[in-house]
């Protein structure tokens, strides 16, 4: 099977051998468990550890299969596809990237249009094409375009780095720049249009597409405005406090509930480690769902739930201790 990543295969083994661990358990998003099978085997060949594969969703550093290993006596996770910002003691985590094989050079030039008339944009990508970033600038720049590449900062510790939940290298330039690039999938690049006030433009190297996000961004703003309004005129908050590694937040989800138990309102602590429409429907009474774990939940999966899911910032809005606008320049990332 022809594997279009760099699992770091010989990497991984020379950890193992290293750590001489026994028992593996490996973490991969759903991209690339297809290549898990051939993995597990060449380790299980080349070194005395037994693998696990595990199946479950696997959708961020924050989200780290440490209950599964545990279980298992595990003394090494093989985490895939995220760069680490938790820290984990026990058991230890491997961080890979599983770096892109994918070549830019078509999709890029689908993108020229975009830029047209632009002096200066911003650049940032996912760890799977960090490696590509110095020749995206050098062709951006004969077009005679300067860039930007998104600097460290929040839980990205590389250059160029951004993450599902926290576009902070992008507000950090954003006064800079005209436009921002972003290189990879629509889940990041719509994360990044909700986060900095600037147009944004998508060139996704698996559809081979260029795409503007700017009509995407304005459905996903009308829907977040509906959201707020209905949480307006509610009484009842359940405030979900996520237990996965790096979606625990105790400190805003009391503060939430303090805040708008302030303003007359209702408000129950939920405690969840997956949040899904099934382990949410049987609270029947609460009116309005409030997450402080994952916030790509409330944005990318609002027609899955049955009642609104807000963000915090969003619940101060709908208890009036913001304004609107002020959360459309802050963004909502």
Not at 13 to 29: S, V
Not at 208 to 219: G, L, P, Q, S
Request: a negative charge; glycine letters at 6%; one cysteine or more.
């Amino acid at each position: 099977m022809t594997i279009p990543y760099d699992l770091e295969i010989e990497r991984l083994l020379n950890e193992i051998t290293q750590f001489k661990a026994k028992r593996i358990l490996i973490q991969m998003p759903d991209g690339l468990k297809p290549y898990g099978v051939s993995l597990s085997k060449v380790i299980e060949e080349k070194t005395s550890a037994e693998v696990f594969l595990s199946s479950s969703a696997c959708y961020g550093a924050c989200d780290i299969a440490i209950d599964q290993a545990r279980l298992l006596s595990v003394d090494l996770i093989v985490h895939y596809g995220h760069t680490q910002f938790a820290a984990i003691e026990n058991p230890r985590v491997l961080f890979l990237d599983a770096r892109s094989q994918l070549d830019l050079t078509s999709a890029l030039s689908k993108a020229e249009c975009e830029f047209s008339g632009l002096k200066k944009i911003g650049l940032a990508t996912t760890i799977q094409h960090l490696g590509e970033l110095d020749k995206v600038k050098e062709y951006l720049s004969r077009l005679g375009i300067e860039v930007v590449i998104a600097p460290l900062g929040g839980h990205s510790i590389r250059s160029g780095l951004i993450i599902g939940c926290d576009y902070t290298p992008l507000k950090m330039i954003a006064s800079e720049v005209e436009s921002f690039l972003i290189i990879g999938s629509q889940f990041h690049a719509l994360g990044a249009s909700l986060a900095v006030n600037k147009p944004v433009v998508l060139v996704d190297p698996y559809s081979n597409r260029v795409i503007d996000m700017k009509k995407t961004r304005e459905m996903i703003i009308l829907r977040r405005y509906a959201a707020i309004s209905k949480a307006k005129n509610a009484d009842i908050f359940g405030i979900i406090l996520g237990t996965k590694i790096g979606q625990y937040d105790p400190a805003t989800a009391f503060s939430l509930k303090e805040r708008t138990t302030a303003h007359g309102k209702a408000a129950t602590i939920i405690v969840a480690d997956e949040i899904s429409p099934n382990s949410l429907e049987n609270f029947s009474e609460v009116e309005i769902f409030v997450s402080t774990a994952c916030p790509r939940l409330a944005i990318d999966d609002t027609e899955r739930f049955a009642k609104p899911i807000l963000l915090p910032k969003e619940v101060l809005v709908a208890i009036g201790e913001l304004e609107w606008e002020t959360l459309l320049s802050q963004g909502f990332l």
